[in-house]
């Protein structure tokens, strides 16, 4: 626990100590507003809710995460440190673990700071707080899938490209098969058991129930479960490439 | 102690690491010789636990690499290749990490810290960043944070690669005052380096071990030990004296006549017999030296085998 400790407060001093948090937040503040105000006409709508802004975040994580995601251990592997935290007292499943949460409570804190636009519409109308509440969770959980997959992903290679671009087609897989033009085309060629079964792994069905308001246990377990299957995928793609 | 038994490591079908055993007591340290690709840094790796062993069995310190990681990890200072460390980081927050990682608190870890940065000389570039560092002072920001819980073992993995003429002399300095009652190993391909420092060279090329014995036993399977050096004007001219000589097996001429290198055949020695000859014939010698051996003669001659 305290190794995991250890290794979460290196990584998230190092999103600080240089310019890559600060550009980040603010990339991430300015295109979420535009894509809120100046896409969807928030404004315009007149309705006190952002349903609009949380459906949203799916298009903007589906580029910024792996952004975040990419340097995680493509870059431990090619500087050599890789070497020199896992020959530290600490175990793969803590140097994982580490590393990823506080990837994560940095896109945490990114979201977090979108907080004037809750002060925003709690200001101009009457919103449902409740489902802002749950929204906020769904998206946070949403941005730890998404950083499981690329933080999987960045470990097959040393190329930080190559594993942002590795990243992001693997997240639009996900985001793409709960859309029902997939769908349609996939019933087409897969027995519909099967069908079924592609579609509930779909982030956009587990995200979108939570943003409506409906908070339920299996869309939260849905993303608990994907993030520990990718991050156990991910200890042994480094066990395995760690040699090269 | 370090036991190593039957190591061996393959990468698909090439063999990295081939059978290796031997162990290593307290207080020794070891220089690990072999040309580049011999398997010196894989087997480095798997004794500090970052590549797991194909087949055969590493112990550090009791520990079981395999078994007990952790344990072992805890044991051991390693310096990897090319003393990586992360650039964003300054040597301070940096060694605090390592101590943070190393279960080091209070009193003891700020001993700790300022003890290395002491020993390494880089209180002068404490608070600026890695990357901006020379790679003199990367390299010793890696040696301190191997040295930094004072382990039992330490693993350097090409220590001085890369520093200038004096910081090689500290760093095999500070090598040899930690040996007293640390285990060392060494990895170099500068042969002098483990004449300086090390009690024990192991020569290992495509993962075999070739050969384990002091720097001076290996020293005197060389063709130049106990060779003597004879400087004098006109060396050349005493060719037909020397040559016929008993126990004489070659002489070579060098510097344009003016100097003569007695080989002896192996195990003779031609001290005596020579001293004897220049006393003899009054020779206006201007040097006389006796030759140890070249351990890269002798490397070259044990790792050749293997190549062809």
Same mark, same amino acid.
């Given at each position: 626990?305290?190794?995991?400790?250890?290794?979460?407060?290196?990584?998230?001093?190092?999103?600080?100590?240089?310019?890559?948090? =600060?550009?980040?937040?603010?990339?991430?503040?300015?295109?979420?507003?535009?894509?809120?105000?100046?896409?969807?006409?928030?404004?315009?709508?007149?309705? !006190?809710?952002?349903?609009?802004?949380?459906?949203?975040?799916?298009?903007?994580?589906?580029?910024?995460?792996?952004?975040?995601?990419?340097?995680?251990? *493509?870059?431990?592997?090619?500087?050599?440190?890789?070497?020199?935290?896992? #020959? %530290?007292?600490? /175990?793969?499943?803590?140097?994982?673990?580490?590393?990823?949460?506080?990837?994560?409570?940095?896109?945490?804190?990114?979201?977090?700071?979108?907080?004037?636009?809750?002060? @925003?519409?709690?200001?101009?109308?009457?919103?449902?707080?409740?489902?802002?509440?749950?929204?906020? %969770?769904?998206?946070?959980?949403?941005?730890?899938?998404?950083?499981?997959?690329?933080?999987?992903?960045?470990?097959? @290679?040393?190329?930080?490209?190559?594993?942002?671009?590795? #990243?992001?087609?693997?997240?639009?897989?996900?985001?793409?098969?709960?859309?029902?033009?997939?769908?349609?085309?996939?019933?087409?060629?897969?027995?519909?058991?099967?069908?079924?079964?592609?579609?509930?792994?779909?982030?956009?069905?587990?995200?979108?129930?939570?943003?409506?308001?409906?908070?339920?246990?299996?869309?939260?377990?849905?993303?608990?479960?994907?993030?520990?299957?990718?991050?156990?995928?991910? !200890?042994?793609?480094?066990?395995?490439?760690?040699?090269? | 102690?370090?036991?190593?038994?039957?190591?061996?490591? =393959?990468?698909?079908?090439?063999?990295?690491?081939?059978?290796?055993?031997?162990? +290593?007591?307290?207080?020794?340290?070891?220089?690990?010789?072999?040309?580049?690709?011999?398997?010196?840094?894989? #087997?480095?790796?798997?004794?500090?636990?970052?590549?797991?062993?194909?087949?055969?069995?590493?112990?550090?310190?009791?520990?079981?690499?395999?078994?007990?990681?952790?344990?072992?990890?805890?044991?051991?200072?390693?310096?990897?290749?090319?003393?990586?460390?992360?650039?964003?980081?300054?040597?301070?927050?940096?060694?605090?990490?390592? *101590?943070? *990682?190393?279960?080091? /608190?209070?009193?003891?870890?700020?001993?700790?810290?300022? /003890?290395?940065?002491?020993?390494?000389?880089?209180?002068?570039?404490?608070?600026?960043? &890695?990357? @901006?560092?020379?790679?003199?002072?990367?390299?010793?920001?890696?040696?301190?944070? !191997?040295?930094? $819980?004072?382990?039992?073992?330490?693993?350097?993995?090409?220590?001085?690669?890369?520093?200038?003429?004096?910081?090689? $002399?500290?760093?095999?300095?500070?090598?040899?005052?930690?040996?007293?009652?640390?285990?060392?190993?060494?990895? #170099?391909?500068?042969?002098?380096?483990?004449?300086?420092?090390?009690?024990?060279?192991?020569?290992?090329?495509?993962?075999?071990?070739?050969?384990?014995?002091?720097?001076?036993? &290996?020293?005197?399977?060389?063709?130049? $030990?106990? *060779?003597?050096?004879?400087?004098?004007?006109?060396?050349?001219?005493?060719?037909?004296?020397?040559?016929?000589?008993?126990?004489?097996?070659? +002489?070579?001429?060098?510097?344009?006549?003016?100097?003569?290198?007695?080989?002896?055949?192996?195990?003779?020695?031609?001290?005596?017999?020579?001293?004897?000859?220049?006393?003899?014939? $009054?020779?206006?010698?201007?040097?006389?030296?006796?030759?140890?051996?070249?351990?890269?003669?002798?490397?070259?001659?044990?790792?050749?085998?293997?190549? @062809?």
């Amino acid at each position: 626990m305290n190794q995991i400790l250890n290794i979460f407060k290196r990584e998230i001093v190092s999103y600080f100590v240089t310019p890559i948090g =600060y550009v980040f937040i603010m990339i991430f503040l300015l295109l979420a507003g535009w894509m809120t105000f100046y896409q969807n006409n928030w404004f315009e709508q007149e309705i !006190a809710s952002l349903l609009v802004f949380f459906s949203m975040h799916l298009y903007l994580y589906l580029f910024l995460v792996p952004a975040i995601s990419m340097r995680l251990w *493509a870059e431990e592997r090619k500087s050599g440190t890789i070497e020199l935290l896992l #020959t %530290l007292p600490v /175990t793969m499943f803590q140097a994982v673990l580490g590393k990823f949460l506080a990837a994560w409570a940095f896109c945490g804190i990114a979201l977090a700071l979108t907080f004037p636009i809750w002060i @925003t519409v709690n200001y101009l109308g009457d919103p449902d707080n409740g489902v802002i509440f749950a929204s906020y %969770l769904g998206s946070f959980l949403l941005a730890g899938a998404f950083l499981s997959i690329g933080s999987c992903l960045s470990a097959v @290679t040393r190329n930080q490209v190559i594993a942002f671009i590795l #990243t992001v087609v693997v997240c639009f897989g996900f985001l793409m098969i709960g859309r029902n033009e997939v769908l349609e085309f996939l019933r087409a060629i897969l027995p519909q058991v099967l069908v079924d079964g592609i579609a509930s792994l779909s982030f956009l069905s587990h995200y979108g129930s939570i943003t409506r308001g409906v908070l339920e246990l299996r869309d939260i377990l849905f993303f608990v479960l994907t993030i520990s299957f990718w991050l156990i995928a991910n !200890a042994i793609v480094i066990d395995l490439k760690k040699a090269e | 102690m370090i036991e190593i038994n039957n190591l061996s490591k =393959y990468f698909g079908s090439l063999v990295a690491v081939d059978q290796l055993t031997f162990d +290593v007591p307290e207080g020794q340290v070891l220089g690990f010789l072999g040309p580049n690709g011999a398997g010196k840094s894989t #087997t480095m790796k798997m004794i500090t636990g970052f590549l797991a062993p194909s087949s055969g069995q590493i112990r550090v310190a009791g520990f079981d690499v395999e078994s007990d990681p952790v344990s072992a990890k805890s044991v051991i200072g390693y310096l990897p290749e090319g003393a990586p460390g992360y650039g964003e980081m300054t040597p301070s927050q940096f060694l605090n990490f390592i *101590a943070d *990682a190393r279960g080091l /608190t209070g009193d003891h870890r700020r001993k700790r810290i300022q /003890t290395v940065v002491d020993q390494l000389h880089m209180s002068k570039v404490i608070h600026q960043s &890695l990357e @901006t560092l020379s790679k003199g002072f990367r390299r010793r920001v890696g040696l301190a944070q !191997a040295l930094l $819980h004072d382990p039992a073992v330490l693993i350097l993995d090409e220590p001085t690669d890369g520093l200038d003429p004096n910081q090689k $002399h500290e760093v095999r300095q500070l090598i040899s005052d930690l040996a007293e009652d640390k285990i060392v190993i060494v990895s #170099t391909h500068i042969l002098e380096e483990v004449e300086a420092v090390c009690d024990r060279a192991i020569i290992i090329a495509q993962g075999k071990l070739l050969a384990d014995d002091t720097p001076d036993a &290996l020293c005197a399977k060389s063709h130049y $030990h106990q *060779a003597i050096r004879l400087s004098m004007p006109e060396a050349a001219s005493l060719l037909p004296i020397i040559e016929p000589l008993d126990g004489v097996s070659r +002489v070579d001429v060098l510097d344009e006549g003016r100097q003569l290198m007695i080989v002896p055949h192996p195990g003779v020695a031609l001290y005596r017999q020579i001293s004897a000859l220049i006393e003899e014939h $009054h020779w206006p010698i201007d040097g006389f030296s006796v030759e140890r051996g070249r351990l890269d003669e002798v490397f070259r001659q044990i790792t050749g085998e293997v190549a @062809t």
